[in-house]
């Protein structure tokens, strides 16, 4: 048999949200210990080793050490994957670089701000390479070991690049602008199988968007079903605050 | 009232089971492009015209479109040339003589074979369209007596890129055959045209009434290669090309290859050309 | 005896977020025992300023993974009462139900991954796989059931989906309620039977270290107080939820990017072992049986004993749920619609415990329903400035320990707590108004 | 062929001995003011008086998700999905739907037959129901009266006090064998209702019109308010594009194949190797669907792919209106035909 990839898992500015839910596989953990070998996870054990084969990196990069951390883990890896929204686009985390760092700061740490140094939040890809991404705010399980398994079986892994629209109407979901929420939905990129709207909440977008988004006929939408124009930003930027893309009309 | 054909269930077809082939060799051309030669499994013939392709799949990876790229033989096998660019030809890629795969088709419609009889051929192939294009150029070689010239154009980035090498040399010494041909980029090594392919028609000596010219290529070199074409006088009934669209399903279900009302995988993906005119997303 | 002693520990393993224990001892002189947190600050405040009161639980959830629940509830609950939205008893019931999954994951997460290798000394639970594969096995299961509790009602464990302002945007069948009662019943009630087993022969194995301090939680008359009550400490009595900012003094130290907190002495514990101090005539019989067994008898001062309070917690809360299952299906289930009408627009305050200690959230809102201000204090940061003070008291008296074993205490020292740092960073007291 | 009176109280009667026949699918109640087909458990919680279903029937014979294939990748073995007839009874479609399935039975049974969605279509029974136009529904533009009975094999026509049973083919007949609780009806069977939406053309017209619609800058005046998520197509009954991806399980020795439906108003649906997209714009996107519904299969199977129940728009987020784009489209060919027929007549002069 061959043997297994010895796999890490770090984590940088995030809630630890995605770490967690890696421990949350009850049912699948064993079965996924049959086919790589965890040789370092702060958040789980002690050991630590020099180098490794998958690394899986939750969380984004906003202080000079962080960054320091990404390169040297990016040196010690052959692959390397970003876990979540933090680490695949900076998240909610990248909502205060619409912000001045320093005015923020200041709101939290008022005149002893200068003690805990900030960058932007932004996502691992501005740093290093990225071999690949799992999306989400969390990223779900399903799309976490689907992921794992294709690496595993010598498969290069394909994301979905369409809206969680298409998600939500496989499920035969009721659209929640029906009952007057507004939903992120349309310009979300999908692969959580429209958690949100299966569970009759709007979709916050925590996903990041699709590529090539109509951004403009987005905030049309949030606009033309009751938001202010600030209000629709905001709404954009929940989770989107990094995302440069556009579409061609 | 819509036409339903009212059929039984002894029609219906199993449209998406593949059969299983063999790689009985490899042949690497290119950094990024292998020749495979397969043979189904259940010894039968694929019997395809020049110009079809199948839907080739890899269980865990799913299936892609390709082009068969030999002559229709009765010997049981066909032979592939695949490009490495996604996920699923990185896959192809990793496999060797001895592991199978599946097969579905061939499909599509391919060069006329009794429409190009008595003519002269005119091969326009670019990068990778040489591939469908060889499986006709090699099917004129098998039956040369029922066709007149037969001229073949080929033009690839640099000399690196050139595939079939034993057979373009082959093609170069068979005083039966016209061969020309050009990269984009010259280097030391490269004796030859330094072009993109449409300076190799202008000096042909062509009989315009008698020519059919076969293209394939890179969807941004047809519209050069037409003008050029149309500059010299060739009519455009006498223009046969092959267009690529993303496929699923090769059997005129998925919709994903459609251009306007035609289905590449069906009507496909040759295509006469005045045809190809009506269709107008097509180029 | 030692006189000198220089211990830096970066990035301790298996605790939530990034801190680093040092110590030093100078000719017998101990000039530094602390825990640094050296965890990114996300700044949380900024995010929250302008944002609708749809928002506010949605974005506080995020500040940890861990403790999503904790604060997506406690956030709910202070923008409710800041904009007088009441919500249904079966909201309430859900919502405690809730409260119970994500205890129980939580307790379980840190009594077996976390903790349970220290007992054993072993550097994680992977080796246990091999060596005791059917406690593992046993704690997953425990630990997939209270996912799937919060899975179940509130659409997903981690950042819960269905609880909004107002109630649920969708509620569970009655079928899926039967369903975890009756996995409730076959399976976690063995399962909490042979936990208290399996901790009883590790039990050994924690040190024996007492530091009497303040305890500080919810207390109220009805039930073992986790969703609501008054504000309760050990050394100054009760407190209504308004004056929490009196309890909490929150301040900034140099060697932590989460504040400190302190009341009555130099600090407070918060936890398992703060609510177990104060309500343990509250537990049910079954759980107060597993105290007993544990030997967990209050008021405990050995705060290495957490780890055995979260137990007796899992107890409590495993049964509990069944009764509260109980209540909702002889009520029968109401597919009820959140009120998300204000009444009024103003400050909420709201004071809820969650697996790490008690938690508080105020937020002030404008016309509009957007937030003008925010505040947030989080369970770690407070127990930080008393994790402080127990290594103060405890480095002398094991200075003459081999120093690979110090350091081992000092470790599980801190884990005891099961510290959440991620909180503790993320959210610092502030007010933006501007 | 016989009709019947059927009273609002026998409704469930009549629904309760459908069940013993076979299993009924209906329309229920979902979530908070939608409907979905389900299969009926219990007759009294069907809904006949709805107004239209999240997804149509078309959901039973192709699908959202199919498993195509499974495989072994130890030993390269493979075998096709069992596919099972439906065998059952639909009851409360409405015409647009019917209609729908039988495009959907053109489009799967021309060129090459194919199985799956044959094999289901086999032995089911289609219960029409007649519906009241809300602003959405435009069917009678495209030829579908809501009493058309096309397709079904019995037909409830709504009245003040219950419905009109009408016995459409033997087999509706049959089925009502062993239902006594009927007086028959003599006289004219309702046949239209009131549109609130229109489309300003006959359809002979529409043929014309989107010959020279192909240029209209109306696709990119559209694109710019549409996001391009997909949803019109994938709410639509005659779509049927699907795509196709593997998964290997965790076990890594076996997987499947599986295919989805798909929508030509994602980007990616054109999307080859190396990045090219063939409609790029979204504005070629939005033509092609329309098209597709007006033009392109229509030419051949003469009769429009839209049957007009409104789908698109009613679940359009960005409120794009087919109807409009149509009508829009009308209104411009009227313009240029009168241009061009003051120019005929100024050349008369
Ligand atoms: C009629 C026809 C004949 C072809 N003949 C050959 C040939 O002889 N040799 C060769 O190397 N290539 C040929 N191709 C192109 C080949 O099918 C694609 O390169 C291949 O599908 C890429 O798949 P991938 O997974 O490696 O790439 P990825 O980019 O990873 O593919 C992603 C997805 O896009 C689809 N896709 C991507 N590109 C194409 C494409 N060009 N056509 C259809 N679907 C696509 C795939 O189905 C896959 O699901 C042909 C294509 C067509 C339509
Ligand atoms: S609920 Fe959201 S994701 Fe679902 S269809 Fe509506 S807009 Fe799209
Ligand atoms: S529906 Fe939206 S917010 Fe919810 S999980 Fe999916 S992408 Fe994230
Ligand atoms: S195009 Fe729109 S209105 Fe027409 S059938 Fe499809 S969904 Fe219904």
Redesign the interface.
Known sequence: MKSKPRVAVFD??????????K??F??H??DI?DHID?VE???????QVAEYDIAFVEGSI??P??VERIFDIRNRTKVLIALGACAVNG???A??NK?SLD???E????E?KD??P?LP?LPLSSYVTVDYEVHG??MTQKEFLQLLTSILAGKKPVKPDYAVCVECKLDENECVYGKGMICMGPITRAGCDA??P????YC?GCRGLVPHPNKEAMINILIENGLSI??AE?RMD?YNSNEKDVVLI | MIKTVNIKPENFKELYFPTLAEITEVQQFTEKEKWYKLSLLDGSNLGHYPGQFVEVSIFGAGEAPISITSAPNSYGSFELCIREVGMFTEMIHKMKAGDKLGIRGPFGQGFDVNELYGKDILIIGGGIGIVPLRSLINYILDHRQDYGRLIITYGARNSKDLLFPEELELWQSNPDVEFHQTVDYGDESWKGNVGVITTLIPPLDLDLKNTIACITGPPIMYKFVLLTLQSKGLQDDNIYMSLERRMKCGVGKCGHCQINHSYVCQDGPVYHYPDLKLIREAI | MKQNLDIKVK?L?????HGNIVVNMNSGKLEKAQLEI??????F???L????FH?AA??TS?????C?LGHQITSLKATENALGLEVSNQTILLRKLLIHGALI?SNI?HAY??AA?DFLNA????PL?NTHPDVV?RA??M??LA?DIGDIIS?????P??P?PGGF??IPSEADLIEIKRRLIEEALPDVNATVETMQALAGAIPNFTRETEYISLKNDNDYAMYDGKISSTDTGLYPDSEYLKITNEF?V?HS?SKHAKNNRSSYMVGALARFNNNHDKLLPEAALAAAALGLVAPNYNPYMNTIAQVVEVAHAVYDSINIIDTLLNDGLKNEKPNQSPTKYGTGISVTEVPRGILFHEYSYDRQGRITAANCIIPTGQNLANIDDDMKKLVPEIIDEATEEIIHKLEMLVRAYDPCI?CSV?I?D?E?VE | MNGYYLSQENVKDFISHLMKKKTVYAPHAKADHSFVFEEVVDADNVILDYVRTLNSIKKYFMPSREVMLRYNLDDNSYSIEDVEPVKGIFLGVHSYDMQAVLRLDHSFSHGNPEKNYLTRRLDNIFIGTSFTPDNFHFSSSVNIQPHKTEGFDLFMHKTDRGYVLEEVTKTGSDLMKGFDQLTKFHGEYPNSEHFKSHLYAPQEKLSKVFEESYDNPVWHEIAQKCVGCGTCNLACPTCYCFDVEDHVDLSLQSGSRERRLDSCMLRGFTEVAGGEVFRDRLADRIRHRVYRKFKYISDSAGEPWCVGCGRCTIYCTAGISIVDIVNRLVSDYDKKQIVQDSDMIAAWD
């Open positions: 940088f500015t995030g809630c630890e949200g995605c770490e967690l839910n421990l949350n009850e049912n953990l064993l210990l965890i996870w702060r958040e789980a054990m002690d050991d906003s202080t050490d962080c998240g909610m985390n909502m205060k912000q005015t923020v700061r709101i939290v740490y008022g002893d003690l805990f900030t939040a705010c969390p958690l949100c299966s569970f009759g909440q916050i600030d209000d905001k929940l | 990035h393993t298996r605790v939530e977020g050296v965890e990114a600050p996300r700044y405040e900024a995010m300023k302008g944002r609708s928002e949605i974005i995020r500040i940890c993974g861990i999503s994951q997460l991954f976390l290798p550097g994680s639970v992977f796989i096995v997953l299961r630990k997939r996912n659409g997903r464990a981690v950042h989906i269905t909004v945007t969708k900034i140099p990017s991620s993320h610092v502030v933006f």
